[in-house]
């Protein structure tokens, strides 16, 4: 009897052993994995950040090539005004005054 009562305490004990030892791999294996989380969501962040910033360069450097397109367009819309109005200001200036007159 005392032989089973010992050998059941050993096999207690090499349970005890066995769960304390899947505890510690438990463990290790949470702490990698938890680090291979913050590697892989810092290289996310790093590369999401990098994209943004492409794109943000990609739409600045649209935005500068239309408002230059548009200055371009104002500029040559403001030069046919001129042009227009110096050759036809007599003819504007009369044309206004006989409205007015009119009214």
Known sequence: MEQILSKLSEIEITAKRIMEDADRTKKALSE???????D???VLETETNAKIQKIRAGLE??????????????ETTFSALDS???KN????SEELFQKILKL
């Open 40 to 42: 892989f969501d810092a």
């Open 61 to 74: 450097h649209e935005k500068d090539t239309q408002l230059t397109a548009l200055r371009k367009e104002t």
């Open 84 to 86: 227009y109005y110096e």
């Open 32 to 38: 990698e994995m938890e680090k291979k989380c913050k």
């Open 89 to 92: 200001h007599k003819s504007l």
